[in-house]
C-alpha cells in the first residue's frame, strides 16, 4: 500500500512562487512515477508534472513548462514541485500521486493541497 500526504501549498501573489511536497510511504514507492495533478474550481483534474522513478525523467504540461520544476529525494520518499512566476490561472487543489513499476495508471493519490494565487 501506499500513502501520500502532500503539504506546502497556501495564497500567493501572482509571480511568487511556492514549493509543493509530498511525503510518500510504502515499500514501493521509490520505484514508482510519481506526479503532479491540479484541479480548478469547476474544471476537470489536470496534469501538471511527472517523474520517472530515476528522477532523470521528467514531463511538464506545456500551461507550466518553464514555470515548474518537479523532483525527489529518494532518500526522504519526497517529491516536490517547485512553482515559481504563479499566475491566477494557476489556482487550484494540487494532488500528487504514484503510478507503481508496470502499472499503466496514477493508482494512489494524495489528499490535495490548495494553491491559491491573488492577481
Known amino acids: 500500500q501506499v500513502q501520500l500526504v502532500e503539504s506546502g501549498g497556501g495564497l500567493v501573489q501572482a509571480g511568487g512562487s511556492l514549493r509543493l511536497s509530498c511525503i510518500a510511504s510504502g515499500r514501493t514507492v521509490n520505484s514508482a512515477a510519481m506526479g503532479w495533478f491540479r484541479q480548478a474550481p469547476g474544471k476537470e483534474r489536470e496534469f501538471a508534472a511527472t517523474i520517472n522513478w530515476s528522477g532523470a525523467g521528467t514531463y511538464y504540461a506545456d500551461s507550466v513548462k518553464g514555470r515548474f520544476t518537479i523532483s525527489r529525494d529518494k532518500a526522504k520518499n519526497t517529491v516536490y514541485l517547485q512553482m515559481n512566476s504563479l499566475k491566477a490561472e494557476d489556482t487550484a487543489v494540487y494532488y500528487c500521486?504514484?503510478?507503481?513499476?508496470?502499472?499503466?495508471?496514477?493508482?494512489?493519490w494524495g489528499q490535495g493541497t490548495q494553491v491559491t494565487v491573488s492577481s
Open positions: 500521486a504514484a503510478r507503481l513499476l508496470g502499472q499503466p495508471d496514477y493508482g494512489y
